[in-house]
């Protein structure tokens, strides 16, 4: 024979558990089921606006992507035209007034670089107080020594501009 618990000698294992508890334990989880399924059914089918705004924040982004034209070759695979980067210098003139005396120095440095004489780069800067543009399409190696200089209010923004390396074989006059 062999040794172990008898489960009939058991008090606790032996007594008979009422029939209405199991069918109290089984209608528990029945309701329980049937809660969830309405609560899914509610949230997914008949209130689900807000959901379907949570959805589409969390996947829906708005990214601008500037297209600059591409490349012209001709037959021989040689470059007639190309797109090169290129910096616009804008400016607040409304922060460049509150400059210190040392960035304010820096102005005619500025117009040096820009190629345009001190007294129409201060023209520009007097006639609007929020947005002006001060010069546009420069190469990009002078926008990089324009943002060196450090001007407060003095901004610039990446642009393309086209470029034709054998402009004279094409029969175009030079600009």
Known sequence: MRRGLNYASSPLLASKTPA????????CVVFAFVG???????????D???????AEVSFTRTLELSAN????????????????????????P????KNSPEDLAKLPQLAKLMDMPL????????????FVWLKR???????????????????????????YPDKPMLGCVPA
């Open 20 to 27: 209405w508890r199991s069918k109290f334990v089984m209608a």
């Open 36 to 46: 969830l399924a309405a609560r899914a059914a509610w949230v997914q089918v008949i």
């Open 48 to 54: 689900n606006d807000f959901f379907l705004r949570q």
């Open 69 to 92: 034209r591409g490349r012209i070759l001709d037959r021989n695979g040689l470059i007639l035209a190309s797109s090169v980067p290129a910096a616009s210098i804008w400016s607040i």
């Open 94 to 97: 409304e922060d460049v007034e």
């Open 119 to 130: 007294d129409q780069l201060k023209k520009k800067l007097a006639e609007d107080k929020s």
């Open 137 to 163: 399409q420069l190469d990009w190696d002078v926008g990089m020594q324009i943002k060196a200089l450090g001007i407060k209010g003095i901004y610039q923004s990446r642009e393309y501009k086209r470029q």
